[in-house]
């Protein structure tokens, strides 16, 4: 039997724009920080899968926009 890799890839940067799919009425998010995420100095904060977020929201719902949230 083959082992399985149990490290996810870091592949969402900081300032990355996501596209949302939940109702909230967000369509599209920034990634403004990485929660409990630890870097060297200098280096990006990146997300990977399972990973919780904070964003603004750049488009979607008038009452939505410009919001800071947790995703």
Same mark, same amino acid.
Request: aromatic share 0%; net charge positive.
């Given at each position: 039997m083959?082992? $399985?890799k149990a490290r996810a890839t870091r592949a969402l940067p900081h300032g990355t724009w996501l596209d949302v799919c939940?109702? @909230?009425g967000a369509k599209v998010l920034? $990634?403004? @920080?990485v929660l409990r995420h630890k870097t060297v100095k200098g280096r990006y904060p990146e997300a990977a899968i399972g990973d919780i977020i904070m964003g603004s929201v750049k488009s979607g719902k008038p009452e939505m926009r410009?919001?800071?949230v947790y995703a």
């Open positions: 083959k082992p $399985i939940d109702n @909230s920034k $990634i403004t @920080s410009k919001q800071v």
